[in-house]
C-alpha cells in the first residue's frame, strides 16, 4: 500500500472561438499566473481578485503534448503497469474544451474526424505511451491489455462497443456490486488489445456511437459520459504472482444552463440528466473534502451510476488527475467560478493506492512475510537459550566450558540494577569453592551458582509469561478475524438485498408508463360505461301503434330491427331523428296511413278482434310510459 496521495488538478483555459469574438465577447476577469500556478479571478465591479491554487495551471497557447508532460501522466503510468489504478477525468461547463482534450479530434456533423495531428488530445498520447512504458518492463513479466468503452446517458448503462446495446429504447446494462471489484458493469464487452492500434481502432469505433447534439453553446455536445478503461494484467512467469490495475479515462458531459443552451424536448430532458449526475458528483466532492482525519460521514456514490463508477477513483484507492476546463468569456463567469470551486475541493480530497495482487498470490506473499518474522523470532529465542546455556556452564568444572570475550552473551546484560545487586552479593557472600575467586582483566565475570539458578528462574519464567500472552494475543487476533468474517458475510448479504430492491425499483420505474396507460385506459372505459348508462336512462321507448305495426319492431332501447328487412340495424344517429318525433307529428302519420288501409267493414271479424286488443293494450302502454316519464301524449 503506497501512502495516502492527493487527487491532482490541472486547469486549462481555451482560447476565444471565433463565433465568441464575432459576437463581442471578452475576456477581463479571469487571468493565468503560470508562475504561482494560480487562477486570479477578479470580482464583478473589478475592486476585489481571488487566487486558486492548483498542481498546474494553463493559458490558451498550451498545447496538447505540453499538457501531457506537464501533469505527469508518464509517472501516473509507470504506476499503473507496476499494479496501481489511475483515473484521468475532464470536468467544466459545456464548451469548455473537455472533449478536445481528452480526444482532439475535430467534428463535423456530429462525428468526429479521426487523423493524426498534433492536436491529439490525452487519450492517444496515454494509450500509445502505456504500451511504450510496457516494453521497458522486465522480460519476465507477460503484460495483457483489456479494453472497454461505455456511456452513461439519462443513468442508463451503454456499452459502445456492442451494437445490440445501441438500439433504440434500449434499456442498457445492469450495473452489480462485489465485494472484490465494488462497482462494475455486467455483461460489458471485454476487448484484449496487443497494441496501441488494437486499442484506438475500438476507441475510435466507440466514438462514431456516442451521443452528439448541437446547441446555442456548442456544436458538437456530448450528452452522455463516456468511460474509456483499460485493464492491464501482468504475470511474472518466474516468481508466479499476478497483477491487474485499470486505468480510466473519462470524458464527462459538461454542465449546461437551459437559459443559454436554448434546449427543449429530448434535448432538455437530456440537459436534466446530465446536471443530476454532476450535482452528484459534486456532492460527493463536497463530502469527501470536508471529512477530517479519523472522522467518517456518509458519502451518495450510490446517487448516481456515473459517481458509483468512480467510487475507487475519487476517495478511493486510485491516483487520480482532474483536468478543470475553463471559458475565457466574462459571459461564462459564474460557470468558470463554480468549475474553480469544485475543483479546489477535489484536489484536498486523499486517496490510498493500493497494489492490485492477486489474491492468491498475496496470500503466498503474506505467508511469505509471515515465515520470515518466525523465523527471526525462533533465532532470537535460539540466542537467548544459549546465552543461559552458557551462563549455567560458567563454573561447572567437570565440563570445562569456557566463555570467551566474544561469547553469545553480551556483558550489557550484568548491567543496571541486577549487576549492582549481583556485585554486592558478591562481595558479602563468603569464599567458596563455587564463588568468585578474583576478577581477572580479561576474564569474564563468574556469578555464583545460586545467582544463575535465580537468573535462569527468572528468565524462563519470562520467556512462559510472553509465550503465553502471545497466545492469549493470537487468541484475540483469530476471533476478531472471525468475528470479521461474519460481518463481511453479513455485508454481503445486505448488498445483495439492496442490489435485488434495486432491481424491483428499476423494474417499476420501467413498468410504470405501462401502468399509466392502463389505469388511462381504465378510466376512459368507465366514463364510457357511465355516459351509455345516463343514455340508456334518459332515452324513451317507443312502442309502434296500430296503424303501423308492421313497419317496425324493436329490439332494445338502443336497436331497432326493421319488420321488412331482419337483422339491419338502425344506428344512434337514425334513433334520435325517430326518437325526436313528436306526437303530434305521429298522430299525423298515423291518420295518412288511415287512408291507405281498407275499410273496417272489409276487414275479418277475427282480425277486428285482433286489431282492437292491439289497439287497446297499446294505448294502455303509451300511457303508462307517459305517466312514468310524466309526458302527455
Known amino acids: 500500500m503506497e501512502s495516502s496521495t492527493r487527487i491532482s488538478v490541472a486547469v486549462r483555459m481555451r482560447p476565444l472561438l471565433k463565433e465568441e469574438q464575432d459576437q463581442g465577447h471578452t475576456n477581463s476577469k479571469v487571468f493565468i499566473d503560470s508562475g504561482e500556478k494560480a487562477i486570479v479571478v477578479s470580482s464583478t465591479d473589478q475592486k476585489q481578485q481571488k487566487k486558486y491554487f492548483f498542481d498546474c495551471v494553463f493559458d490558451e497557447l498550451t498545447t496538447q503534448e505540453e499538457l501531457f508532460n506537464y501533469t505527469k501522466i508518464p509517472e501516473l503510468l509507470k504506476k499503473v503497469v507496476q499494479g ?212 467518517s460521514a456518509f458519502v451518495p456514490y450510490r446517487d448516481s451510476k456515473l459517481t458509483s463508477l468512480l467510487k475507487q477513483s475519487i476517495g478511493g484507492n486510485s491516483y487520480c488527475l482532474m483536468i478543470a476546463c475553463l471559458s475565457p468569456s ?5 460557470e468558470n467560478i463554480s468549475t474553480l470551486t469544485y475543483a479546489t475541493k477535489a484536489n484536498c480530497i486523499s486517496n490510498d493506492p493500493v497494489k492490485n495482487l492477486d489474491p492468491k498470490t498475496k496470500l503466498v506473499k503474506d505467508l511469505r512475510k509471515e515465515i520470515k518474522g518466525l523465523k527471526k523470532e525462533l533465532n532470537e529465542a535460539y540466542e537467548q537459550i544459549n546465552m543461559l546455556t552458557g551462563l549455567a556452564n560458567i563454573n561447572n568444572p567437570k565440563k570445562g566450558m569456557k566463555v570467551k570475550e566474544n561469547a553469545n552473551f553480551p556483558i ?89 430492491l434495486l432491481e424491483k425499483v428499476e423494474s417499476l420505474e420501467n413498468e410504470s408508463s405501462v401502468v399509466g396507460k392502463l389505469q388511462q385506459e381504465k378510466q376512459n372505459l368507465i366514463s364510457r360505461l357511465s355516459a351509455l348508462e345516463r343514455e340508456n336512462r334518459q332515452a324513451p321507448v317507443i312502442f309502434p301503434t296500430k296503424e303501423r305495426k308492421n313497419e317496425w319492431a324493436w329490439k332494445s332501447k338502443r336497436t331497432i330491427v326493421r319488420a321488412d328487412s331482419p337483422g339491419q340495424f338502425i344506428d344512434k344517429d337514425h334513433y334520435q331523428r325517430y326518437q325526436s318525433v313528436r306526437p303530434s307529428t305521429r298522430v299525423k302519420m298515423d291518420r295518412s296511413a288511415e287512408s291507405t288501409e281498407p275499410a273496417k267493414s272489409e276487414l275479418s271479424p277475427d282480425s277486428k278482434i285482433r286489431d282492437d286488443t292491439l289497439s287497446s293494450l297499446s294505448v294502455l302502454y303509451n300511457k303508462t310510459r307517459a305517466k312514468n316519464n310524466n309526458t302527455t301524449f
Open 330 to 334: 466574462d459571459m461564462y463567469y459564474d
Open 412 to 500: 550489557d546484560i550484568f548491567q543496571g540494577q541486577k549487576y549492582q545487586s549481583s556485585k554486592n552479593n558478591l562481595q558479602i557472600a563468603p569464599r567458596t569453592k563455587s564463588a568468585i575467586t578474583a576478577v581477572r582483566p580479561n576474564e569474564p565475570f563468574a556469578l555464583s551458582l545460586e545467582m544463575l539458578s535465580e537468573n535462569l528462574h527468572d528468565s524462563v519464567k519470562m520467556i512462559k509469561d510472553l509465550m503465553g500472552s502471545n497466545q492469549k494475543l493470537k487468541d484475540l487476533v483469530n476471533e476478531l478475524s472471525n468475528i470479521k468474517k461474519n460481518q463481511d458475510a453479513e455485508i454481503a448479504q445486505l448488498h445483495a438485498e439492496n442490489q435485488n
Open 84 to 295: 496501481f489504478n489511475a483515473t484521468i477525468f475532464a470536468y467544466g461547463q459545456t464548451g469548455s474544451g473537455k472533449t478536445f482534450t481528452m480526444e482532439g479530434y475535430d467534428y463535423n456533423s456530429l462525428k468526429p474526424i479521426i487523423k493524426e495531428s498534433d492536436k491529439q488530445g490525452l487519450v492517444p498520447r496515454v494509450v500509445h505511451s502505456l504500451f511504450s512504458e510496457i516494453k521497458t518492463m522486465p522480460q519476465n513479466i507477460e503484460y495483457t491489455v483489456y479494453a472497454t468503452y461505455m456511456q452513461v446517458y439519462q443513468e442508463k448503462i451503454y456499452d459502445l462497443l456492442n451494437p445490440a446495446q445501441l438500439k433504440p429504447n434500449s434499456a442498457g446494462l445492469k450495473m452489480r456490486w462485489s465485494k472484490h471489484d465494488e462497482f462494475y458493469v455486467e455483461n460489458l464487452y471485454v476487448h484484449p488489445c496487443y497494441n496501441a492500434t488494437e486499442v484506438l481502432t475500438h476507441f475510435h469505433a466507440g466514438l462514431k456511437n456516442k451521443v452528439m447534439a448541437s446547441h446555442n453553446l456548442n456544436s458538437a455536445s456530448s450528452r452522455s459520459h463516456c468511460i474509456l478503461s483499460l485493464i492491464i494484467e501482468g504475470v511474472d512467469t518466474e516468481a508466479g504472482g499476478i497483477f491487474s490495475s485499470k486505468l480510466q479515462l473519462v470524458d464527462l458531459a459538461g454542465s449546461e444552463r437551459v437559459s443559454m443552451t436554448g434546449n427543449e424536448g429530448p434535448a432538455l430532458k437530456e440537459s436534466i440528466e446530465i446536471n443530476k449526475s454532476l450535482f452528484t458528483l459534486r456532492q460527493v466532492i463536497t463530502t469527501l473534502s470536508g471529512n477530517r482525519e479519523g472522522e
